[in-house]
């Protein structure tokens, strides 16, 4: 599969933008300066830009308590995304959600979720609606390990697989469900067998290449938009911070996983991997155009963090809107 | 007028809400054959992409619809008996009820469910219990409680109209009771109350299968001349306090007849509303007559014992005139 120059710079500031935005927040969250905890997700950019890469604008995701990666890959406003996060009036959800609920409906960002698993039966409903309205748009749902051993996730399948639904099933498997080693309480190696219970392809990607992630969601994304179903994509990755920021102040150090793995993992990086293929590989991208993303999303960062600090506060009269339309 | 049962009233509210908006669709255990005959015949009239017929998989098709909901239809998702809720409860509760407000208003939830709850006679513990006290303390849900076929098709084609997730219990022991029901678009409006008979000693509130018994007690009670006013709150949430405070304000005397248990229930709930914001009018304290605490259970003298009767209205009344 030839991809397009446009495309694989699309891709690059993607990447970009998860990494400098979620590294914003880790530096933010220790210094306390937004309130609630956070989860970051450096190291998984390529998962999440490989697939909302492969989506047109109509289409559809779901995403999960480490969701920036996937609303920013999306599309999603880094300033209202950051004001969101302060808890500010100006944000997303104008303060009622927080980092672990942004959603932006816009973008068909149906929305974060703090409940693992619980994106899987709405992307599955989102791609019915497709159905029903008789549109092709598609839905992608993010969804991590952990999730893979919830009944929404078996549910979900089964479901969207009887009704040979428009939804691709994207697991980022990072190898730990909060503290504790995938492995230790899952009953397959590799997620990705798991579609065969169903009767619907399944494929493990290397989610660390963002040009494999791209190339297996969009056959994926095609096969919904035809009508031939859903997808199972495992994409093996792995988070570079804790599950969640300022965990070692309770772990401490080491608790669950060497510094050693971590820094194998960082050697993997999926945006030096990229930026090496852009530029030496097949990409005929200079290192000038890249850093000239770079330099942009670091004036988008700046923006949106002056914006977050900048937005007012909601009032407490605010409290009670929104409940019922 | 015809005359419709409680089952016949929800199918003739679901076709014509179906017929009325083609975002509609109806997805749920056994729809396609009518489990208890409420959504019989509607395949042949909407065919198979708008009558679903899900596997007996709740978290996954209740998350389903509210899914199907975000991204611009108006499902109508049937759970066979609303005990199942309990297979589904982060996607009611965590899901339906909050994604509207969590988002910051963007989320619309225009989603019906519909459930059988209710002691039907027999059906033991998981099949029989009211379940809607368990959603009362989840903002972002409307509670609907319809006790006779003519609310039961307005107020369902007010829930189907609905932007906000909505869940209509249909108590399983009224699904015989005719009545009339009036032709035409024939709209109950969500957070109206009945009075279902007027009275000057004792404000009688009772919810679901409670109002037929309420109004056998009242007739009883009528001839004694001790004159009971009914009222069917219809909907638990929106709640219609208005029309009970003022009911209070005339009577000052208040019982609360809910079958479901005494403890968190929708009878302490409202006796709490009353004792609150009535008691300058009250010249007894609040009765509940509500259901013991207790699983409902199998067999028939122990289901009697359970479960709020007549006797136990009664008894309740008697005691308020006798202050």
């Known amino acids: 599969m030839d991809v397009g120059k446009d495309k694989l710079l699309e891709m690059y500031r993607s990447m970009q933008r998860i990494r400098h935005f979620e590294s914003k927040i880790r530096d933010l969250a220790m210094a306390n300066e937004i309130p609630g905890f956070v989860h970051v997700s450096i190291g998984e950019e390529a998962s999440a830009t490989g697939v909302c890469a492969a989506l047109r604008k109509t289409d559809r995701i779901t995403s999960t308590h480490r969701g920036h990666g996937h609303l920013i890959a999306k599309g999603g406003r880094l300033d209202k995304m950051m004001a969101e996060i302060y808890g500010k009036r100006g944000g997303y959800c104008k303060g009622k959600g927080g980092s672990m609920h942004i959603v932006d409906f816009s973008l068909g960002i149906l929305g974060a979720n703090g409940i693992v698993g619980a994106g899987l039966p709405i992307a599955t409903g989102s791609a019915l609606a497709s159905v029903i309205t008789g549109r092709d748009d598609v839905t992608a749902c993010f969804f991590g390990d952990g999730a893979s051993n919830e009944g929404t996730f078996h549910e979900s399948l089964n479901l969207a697989a009887v009704w040979k639904l428009p939804v691709v099933f994207v ?85 669950y996983r060497k510094k050693s793995e971590v820094e194998e993992w960082k050697r993997k990086c999926p945006i030096i991997r990229f930026q090496q293929w852009c530029i030496e ?8 155009e890249l850093k000239q993303i770079v330099t942009e999303t670091e004036k988008e960062l700046e923006d949106a963090i002056a914006f977050a600090r900048s937005s007012e506060l909601p009032a407490a009269s605010e409290v009670t809107d929104d409940v019922f339309a | 007028m015809p005359q419709l ?40 009239k909407f065919g198979a992409t708008r009558v679903r017929n899900t596997p007996i998989s709740e978290a996954g098709f209740v998350g389903a619809a509210v899914g199907a909901a975000m991204a611009g239809t108006r499902p109508i998702c049937e759970v066979e008996f609303a005990s199942f809720f309990y297979c589904a409860f982060d996607q009611v509760c965590n899901q339906a009820a909050k994604l509207r407000y969590m988002s910051g208003g963007q989320a619309r939830l225009p989603i019906t469910f519909r459930a059988v709850f209710g002691a039907m006679g027999g059906a033991a513990a998981q099949h029989s219990e009211t379940v809607y006290a368990q959603f009362l303390s989840v903002p972002g849900l409307k509670l609907v409680v319809p006790s006779g076929p003519a609310d039961m098709k307005g107020l369902l084609k007010s829930a189907i109209r609905d932007d906000n997730p909505v869940i209509v219990f249909e108590h ?13 678009d024939h709209l109950v409006p969500l957070g109206k109350a009945a009075i279902k008979r007027a009275g000057d000693n004792v404000t009688l509130v009772a919810i679901g299968a409670m109002v037929p018994k309420a109004m056998k007690v009242a007739d009883k009670l009528a001839k004694e001349n001790i004159s009971v006013e009914v009222i069917d709150p219809r909907t638990l949430i929106p709640l219609d306090e208005e029309t009970i405070l003022n009911s209070v304000a005339k009577t000052n005397r208040i019982a609360v007849a809910d079958e479901g248990h005494l403890r968190g229930g929708a009878a302490s709930d409202i006796a709490a509303i009353v004792a609150e914001k009535a008691f300058d009018s009250l010249d007894a304290p609040v009765k509940r007559v509500a259901s013991l605490d207790v699983p409902i259970p199998f067999s028939p003298p122990l289901e009697r014992a359970a479960v709020a009767d007549e006797a136990r209205i009664e008894a309740a009344i008697r005691e308020l005139v006798g202050h």
């Open chain 1, 281 to 288: 590989g097949g990409g005929k991208i200079s290192e000038a």
């Open chain 2, 172 to 184: 399983g022991a009224l699904g015989r009771l005719k009545e009339e029901v009036p032709a035409g």
């Open chain 1, 171 to 255: 697991c980022e498997n990072n190898g730990y469900g909060e503290f504790t080693p995938m492995q230790t309480v899952t009953s397959v190696k590799d997620i990705a067998v798991r579609a065969k219970a169903y009767d619907i392809p399944g494929y493990i990607v290397d989610g660390n290449d963002v040009i494999e992630v791209y190339k297996y969601a969009t056959e994926a994304v095609a096969r919904a938009r035809a009508g031939e179903g859903p997808t199972l994509l495992e994409c093996k990755t792995y988070r570079w911070e804790g599950h969640v920021v300022g965990e070692q102040a309770f772990l401490g150090e080491e608790a």
């Open chain 2, 5 to 44: 049962n409680f089952i016949q009233a929800i199918n003739s509210a679901l076709a014509e809400e179906m017929e009325r908006d083609p975002l509609t669709f109806l997805m749920g255990e056994d729809v396609i054959l009518g489990a208890f005959g409420a959504t019989k015949g509607l395949i042949d």
